[in-house]
């Protein structure tokens, strides 16, 4: 059988896996909505079943004859693909939603995820046993960049070309076509195995398996950090989380894959990262936040580079590849699960800032000290050198959170907050990453007077100033600037999707406490928890959740606004605040509207100044979009200078389809 079949099936097969995860995620969002405790216990579930695939591709074969495994491999492959569900589950399964959706997950696609996670392991080591040129190791290498074709496809071709539910259908077309390459492995397999060789030892006697560990470790972990830094701190733009993966994936590829370019590789990317840095700083005058997002890319590309050159150059016989494997998914599971669980439980504090990027170059040193000073890694002193670089971390991210201008800071899952005052304006704000979520003014005569993007020059603030609402909703809370608007007699219900921030609502700000109405909070993912208010709730739905490219999808689709309709009472009206850099919103909710049957009108707010002027006030530019199934509603909104908006069908998302290319603003 020629090589390239076994680069074909670890390439089909990591594709299709990076794209079962894509596929399932968008089936569960509408579902479950962005809750951290789903999508924590999500990506738990993932990386969980892929470290369970690896085992099994490292301990069956020892039980079994190869031409046995294969067989029974192959068998499993085409039973899960007859006992897959044709569609995600629609009805809940258990009371308790993490719950719940883990045995979804396991229903749906555990067994093929499962069986797809053993790929790389099985065909190298299919690959080894036939060959007779050649590294196996090249198989992995093609899976890397199996991963990284499926990572590109999904979102700029299959998502934008085709409703989930077809690309689901293609993806069983394709599963099949796996199941049919892999026939040809199980027919030429040996009946008898080979016996294993012990692993390699280092010059000193210690075996390479924490290093093995801690390289992988600390590339999942540098990409991870790097992630968070871009899409929260820098300049938060769509779609870019997916360079740093892309990156993370190739840079394993690079090495993995035979190619006599391996040794010029570093040294390229060295050159060629400067290069676009150049470029966009002194030909394209990119902004700030552009060069910040090349920066960090090139700086990971550049680490993820030396790391997997390492972790290659110390890759075992063939007879333990299987270890090797496991020891690699082992650590990027460990890595990932260091910046996106345990900081955020261990670190709220203590860690407010830069924890992420301390901890990932923290790991970074820990791996230079112990591939350059080999007797470090022996006993137990390689222990102490990786438990020393993250003690580290407490150090110098506690040095990184202090600051004058600081009045609080909190890391949890859904990111870095801050709470910083500026006496000379006499303003404090609240700051999500790199966003401002709210100001309020610190002297007493102004803090009941709404700023940032709900002043009195706001679209907003005439809506709630004029209406004659009783039952108002708000999903988002940030500091609670549109509370300032209630008036005795109304009842006011705000969604909040994360229990810090209303904490912090309450404690550093007074919006919340001064109101004059009643606010009953209700924390948990909007959509999820809009479902379970009774119909015609409010006379006024406000949306107040779509900032910077942290867009929540889910409450923009056909369905979501279906639902926001049947909680308004006869003459309700939908508020949508969709100011954005990244994203033109209008077109999409007055689509969604019309399907829902409601007309469309928007609105921008009216200017605060200019400059030095506008910072001062606290006011900020802001735009607002409004719909309604009622025709005296609708006259309203037209007095007041709202302007109706004609959709097209064309920017129509839906739970299934969602063009956000077509939507994004390239500025």
């Not at 969709?578 to 077109?587: E, K, M």
């Not at 609105?603 to 530019?621: I, N, T, V």
């Not at 004609?646 to 299934?656: C, E, F, H, K």
């Amino acid at each position: 059988m020629p090589r390239g079949w076994y680069f074909f099936i670890a390439f089909l097969g990591a594709f299709l896996l990076f794209q079962l995860e894509l596929i399932t995620g968008q089936f569960m969002l509408p579902q479950y909505g962005g809750g951290y405790q789903i999508w924590t216990a999500c990506m738990l579930f993932f990386q969980c079943t892929l470290l369970l695939g690896y085992l099994y591709a490292d301990l069956a074969p020892r039980l079994l004859a190869p031409s046995t495994f294969m067989k029974l491999h192959v068998g499993l492959l085409a039973l899960s693909a007859i006992l897959m569900p044709t569609a995600f589950p629609e009805r809940p399964l258990l009371a308790e939603p993490a719950g719940d959706m883990l045995v979804r997950l396991l229903l749906f696609m555990g067994a093929p995820f499962f069986l797809l996670s053993a790929t790389s392991t099985v065909a190298s080591q299919a690959y080894a046993r036939t060959q007779k040129s050649g590294s196996p190791y090249g198989v992995y290498g093609w899976s890397n960049l199996g991963s990284a074709a499926g990572l590109i496809s999904y979102p700029f071709v299959f998502a934008v070309a085709f409703d989930q539910e077809t690309n689901f259908r293609l993806w069983r077309a394709l599963f099949v076509v796996f199941i049919l390459a892999g026939l040809p492995l199980a027919a030429t397999a040996p009946k008898s195995a080979v016996a294993s060789r012990p692993v390699r030892k280092t010059r000193d006697g210690e075996t390479h398996g924490f290093l093995w560990l801690l390289l992988p470790a600390t590339s999942a972990a540098a990409l991870v950090a790097a992630t968070n830094y871009i899409n929260t701190i820098a300049a938060p733009m769509p779609l870019t989380w997916i360079f740093p993966l892309l990156v993370y994936l190739l840079s394993y590829s690079a090495y993995f894959v035979e190619n006599r370019f391996a040794p010029r590789i570093l040294p390229a990317t060295l050159l060629a990262s400067a290069a676009a840095v150049a470029v966009l700083s002194l030909v394209v005058r990119a902004p700030l936040g552009v060069m910040i997002v090349a920066v960090v890319i090139a700086v990971l590309a550049l680490a993820c580079l030396l790391l997997h050159r390492e972790l290659h150059a110390l890759k075992p016989a063939v007879d333990d590849l299987p270890h090797y494997y496991l020891a690699i998914a082992a650590g990027s599971f460990v890595g990932t699960a260091l910046i996106t669980t345990a900081l955020p439980v261990l670190g709220r504090h203590a860690f407010a800032r830069y924890a992420d990027l301390d901890a990932a170059l923290a790991l970074f040193a820990a791996s230079a000290a112990l591939l350059f000073f080999p007797r470090l890694a022996q006993s137990w002193r390689k222990y102490a050198v990786a438990g020393a670089a993250l003690a580290a971390v407490v150090v110098v991210s506690n040095q990184a959170a202090s600051g004058v201008t600081n009045v609080y800071s909190l890391r949890n899952f859904y990111g870095v907050y801050q709470i910083q005052d500026d006496r000379a304006l006499g303003l404090r704000t609240m700051i999500h990453g790199g966003t401002p979520h709210g100001v309020q003014a610190l002297d007493a005569v102004r803090r009941r007077t709404p700023l940032s993007y709900y002043g009195a020059n706001s679209p907003i603030a005439g809506v709630l100033a004029r209406s004659g609402a009783i039952d108002v909703g708000v999903v988002g809370l940030g500091v609670g600037d549109l509370v300032s608007y209630a008036r005795p007699g109304q009842r006011w219900t705000v969604f909040e999707i994360d229990p810090d921030v209303v904490a912090m609502a309450r404690e550093h700000f007074s919006f919340v406490a001064d109101s004059r109405a009643p606010v009953r909070m209700v924390t948990g993912d909007s959509r999820v928890r809009l479902r379970q208010e009774p119909p015609a709730s409010f006379d006024v739905l406000v949306l107040d959740a779509f900032d910077g490219a942290n867009v929540p999808f889910h409450l923009l689709t056909r369905e979501a606004l279906a639902l926001y309709r049947s909680k308004l009472k006869d003459g309700g009206l939908l508020v949508f605040h969709c100011s954005s850099n990244h994203f033109a919103l209008r077109p999409v909710l007055a689509a969604d509207a019309a399907a829902a049957g409601m007309s469309a009108w928007i609105k921008d707010s009216e200017p605060a100044g200019e400059g030095a002027r506008a910072a001062s006030s606290g006011l900020h530019f802001s735009e607002w979009f409004a719909a309604t199934a009622d025709p005296a509603t609708a006259r309203t909104l037209e007095r007041a200078g709202w302007t109706e908006l004609t959709p097209d069908a064309r920017d129509l998302w839906t739970d299934g389809y969602k063009n956000v290319f077509r939507a994004m603003r390239f500025r």
